[in-house]
C-alpha cells in the first residue's frame, strides 16, 4: 500500500536548520510530484514547496522562499526539506504528499495531492 513517512521534525531554537525527510513506498515515485504542506494550530493546511517528478522545477511559499529548499532523490524514493534560518512562525505540522497531475503549475494546490503522510511537527521556540 501506499505510504509516505515524514521524519526529522523536532524542538528547536530560532535561526537553527531542520531537515525533514519523507521516504514514499507503494507508488512509482518518479511519476510524482512531491510537495510539502504545514498546518498550525487553528489555521488551514497551507502550501510550503513543491518540486517536480524530475527536480526540475520547484515552487515555494513567499513566506519560506530564500530559507528553505526542497529536493529529490528518486533512487532512493525521498523528497526533502531543508529549513534554515527558522522563526517561531514556521511551527507547525509539516506534510508530505505526492502529486500525480503532469502540470508542474498544480504543485500549489493541495487539492491535486493524492497521497499524503501523517506529518511530523516542528516547533520553533524564540
Known amino acids: 500500500q501506499v505510504q509516505l513517512v515524514e521524519s526529522g521534525g523536532g524542538l528547536v531554537q530560532a535561526g537553527d536548520s531542520l531537515r525533514l525527510s519523507c521516504a514514499s513506498s507503494?507508488?512509482?515515485?518518479?511519476?510524482?510530484?512531491m510537495g510539502w504542506f504545514r498546518q498550525s494550530p487553528g489555521k488551514e493546511r497551507e502550501f510550503v514547496a513543491g518540486?517536480?517528478?524530475?527536480?526540475?522545477?520547484?515552487y515555494y511559499a513567499d513566506s519560506v522562499k530564500g530559507r528553505f529548499t526542497i529536493s529529490r532523490d528518486n533512487a532512493r524514493n525521498t523528497v526533502y526539506l531543508q529549513m534554515n534560518s527558522l522563526k517561531p512562525e514556521d511551527t507547525a505540522v509539516y506534510y508530505c504528499?505526492?502529486?500525480?497531475?503532469?502540470?508542474?503549475?498544480?504543485?500549489?494546490?493541495?487539492?491535486?495531492?493524492?497521497?499524503w503522510g501523517q506529518g511530523t511537527q516542528v516547533t520553533v521556540s524564540s
Open positions: 507503494g507508488f512509482i515515485f518518479s511519476n510524482y510530484g
Open positions: 504528499a505526492a502529486n500525480s497531475a503532469r502540470l508542474s503549475s498544480t504543485l500549489r494546490a493541495e487539492g491535486t495531492y493524492e497521497y
Open positions: 518540486i517536480r517528478r524530475d527536480g526540475g522545477i520547484t
